[in-house]
């Protein structure tokens, strides 16, 4: 993980160099479905572009920069995701999520509400990095079911852990509406 204080790091202006408007979301990839590794059942993951936490030894170097990617109309994407058959749940991978939350939070409200998903969330930052951020991050993170949260640390890591690469990471499932941690795995 590169050494960078990310209390300093200014989420507006990683905003402005992701170019995203308004109804938009920027994807490193195709919606994938069936999954069973990033979340308990059977789930669609979507794959976001853009990542600050350069995490050595990053499985996904190529979703790191802000401007690549696609560009894709968060309605397209709800259509798309209404028309999987069989899945329990949606999770967000990245790339970081959590640079494009207000995007992120209408696709997880639209899963809960009118396909009765639970949604999950990876992200580089913590928990309590994301609570401090307030604003539009941590109402995406009151959005979700459960978060795994904290960089990836090559020196740590573990791959027997449940959907996690190292043990500094931990699975937290969430109160929905308020953030609230109910339990830490
Ligand atoms: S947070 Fe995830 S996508 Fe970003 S650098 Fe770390 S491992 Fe890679």
């Known amino acids: ?19 995203v408007p308004d109804g938009y979301i920027r ?20 794959w976001t572009q853009g990542c600050p936490n350069h995490c050595k030894g990053c499985q996904n170097p190529e979703t790191w ?9 968060i309605d397209d994407i709800c259509k798309e995701l209404s028309e999987l058959q069989g899945q329990t749940g949606l999770t967000f991978c990245g790339g970081e999520p959590f640079v494009q939350p207000k995007a992120c939070k209408q696709i997880a409200d639209y899963c809960r509400k009118e396909l009765g998903w639970d949604v999950w969330s990876f992200s580089g ?59 830490i795995e």
């Open 27 to 46: 994807l490193s990839g195709p919606i994938e479905h069936d999954n069973i590794v990033n979340g308990d059942g059977l789930r669609a993951v979507l």
């Open 125 to 183: 930052f913590t928990y309590e990095i994301i609570k401090e951020f307030g604003g539009e991050p941590w109402e995406f993170l009151k959005s979700l079911d459960a978060l795994i949260d904290g960089p990836f640390i090559l020196s740590q890591r573990d791959l027997s852990l449940r959907f996690r690469g190292s043990k500094n990471q931990r699975l937290l499932k969430l109160e929905l509406g308020t953030g609230k941690i109910l339990s």
């Open 1 to 19: 993980m590169a050494d960078i204080d990310w209390h300093q790091i200014a989420l507006d202006k990683i905003a402005k160099q992701m170019e």
């Open 65 to 73: 920069d802000y401007t690549v990617g696609t560009l894709v109309k």
